[in-house]
């Protein structure tokens, strides 16, 4: 049984919720508008800028995914009022990102142009050629967007070039001439 799938989720100022008898939940609010499908067994309750989830029976399938439920609603309701940011920064030299309409082209020591469609819902500003903003409502789609830009280059052991997350720590190994000297 989900301890947190029970606590309600604090409603912030200017997010709405409808809920729809077929399960389906719109989330609006400053940074744009969400939707989120309830799985059968499980329904909204709003009361005094509280959402609640409920649960129609104690076992079975509703309650294997209460709790996730939960964490999803949590995170749309986070995302339309203060949204969500992931930083990616490019390490290596002559790196460097581009934002060209609906396409962020990243130019990562390839011979041919490396070009990543940018979603509709996520926004993406390049600071100083090297670090990489990308903003949204959804987390889930930044996430993933974040991971699509990552894979183009992810950072090497040796000497540590690639694009990465701005805090994310890369384990250097050493090469192999520093372990033929003995």
Avoid: C, W
Avoid at 151 to 165: D, F, L, N, S, W
């Amino acid at each position: 049984m989900s301890r947190l799938g029970k606590t309600p989720i604090p409603l912030p100022k200017g997010v709405e919720i409808k809920a729809s008898k077929n399960g389906q939940i719109d989330i609006k609010g400053k940074n744009g508008s969400l939707q989120l499908l309830l799985p059968p067994g499980l329904s909204l309750k709003i009361e005094d800028s509280m959402a609640l989830l409920e649960r129609a029976e104690e076992k079975g399938p509703s309650n294997a995914v209460y709790g996730l439920y939960r964490a999803l609603l949590k995170n749309h309701i986070i995302g339309v009022s203060e949204g969500y940011e992931v930083r990616l920064s490019m390490v290596g030299v002559g790196y460097r990102a581009n934002v060209q309409g609906q396409k962020l082209d990243l130019q990562v020591g390839f011979s041919h142009p490396t070009a990543v469609p940018i979603p509709k819902n996520v926004q993406v500003l390049v600071d100083k050629g090297v670090l990489i903003i990308i903003k949204g409502p959804d987390k889930n789609e930044i996430g993933r967007f974040a991971a699509a830009v990552r894979a183009v280059k992810p950072p090497e052991p040796y000497k540590g070039k690639g694009i990465r997350y701005e805090n994310e720590y890369v384990r250097k190994k050493e090469g192999k001439a520093a372990k033929g000297k003995a």
